[in-house]
C-alpha cells in the first residue's frame, strides 16, 4: 500500500511548542507539588518528543513510564478499537500520576486508558495533552492540561506521525494531500 502524496503546512512552531512546554511544566510542577514522585505516563508512540521536553522541564521527582496503545494504524481515521501493545512496567497503586497524551481526538483512546488506570488505584490521575482537536470528540474527555487546540486537521510531527513518518519534525504540521 502507497501513501498518497502530500504536503505540509507549519500550524505549530517549533519556538511555540518549547515556550508552551515550559508553561506546561510550571503549571503541572504547581499542581503535584505535594507529590512523593510523580509517575509521568506517556503513550506510545506519538507522546515519545513531547515528554523528553516536558519531564527535563519539570521541577519534581519524576518516574516515566510508557503504555503503547493503538487505534489508527496506518490510516488518518481512528478505528475507534483501542489495543494495549505493551504495559507499564511499574505500579500505579497509591501514586500521583500524570498520563502524557500527543493528541485527543475523537477521545476513544484516552478515555480507554484512563479507564484501565483508574482500575489500579492511583492516588491521583491526571492528564496533560500537547493537542486539543474538539471537533472531533465522540467520548467526553478532557485533559487537565493542553498545549494547544488545533481545527480539524490531520497533523504530524514533534513525534505526531503519518504512516510511521514525519515523526522527527520539530513543528506541528498539517497534512495537505495532493489530488
Not at 503535584?32 to 506519538?46: A, I, N, P, Q, Y
Not at 516536558?54 to 503503547?68: K, S, T
Request: net charge negative; aromatic share 8%; glycine share 6%.
Amino acid at each position: 500500500m502507497t501513501t498518497p502524496a502530500y504536503t505540509i503546512d507549519t500550524l505549530i512552531s517549533a519556538k511555540a511548542i518549547a515556550a508552551r512546554v515550559e508553561d506546561l511544566a510550571r503549571e503541572i510542577a504547581a499542581h503535584f507539588s505535594d507529590t512523593e514522585k510523580l509517575v509521568v505516563v506517556g503513550l506510545l508512540r506519538g507522546s515519545f518528543i513531547f515528554i523528553a521536553d516536558l519531564v527535563r522541564e519539570l521541577d519534581l521527582p519524576v518516574e516515566v513510564d510508557f503504555l503503547e496503545v493503538s487505534s489508527y494504524g496506518n490510516s488518518t481515521e481512528s478505528s475507534r478499537e483501542v489495543r494495549i501493545l505493551k504495559d507499564l512496567r511499574g505500579e500505579i497503586e497509591g501514586r500521583d500520576v500524570l498520563v502524557v497524551e500527543d493528541i485527543v481526538d475523537t477521545g476513544y483512546t484516552l478515555h480507554h486508558v484512563l479507564e484501565i488506570l483508574r482500575t489500579r488505584h492511583p492516588r491521583r490521575i491526571e492528564v496533560c495533552a500537547l493537542l486539543d482537536k474538539p471537533s472531533r470528540r465522540e467520548v467526553e474527555v478532557k485533559a487537565r492540561w493542553t498545549g494547544f487546540e488545533i481545527p480539524d486537521k490531520f497533523v504530524v510531527g514533534y513525534g505526531i506521525d503519518y504512516a510511521q513518518r514525519n515523526r522527527n519534525l520539530p513543528y506541528i504540521g498539517a497534512v495537505r494531500f495532493l489530488n
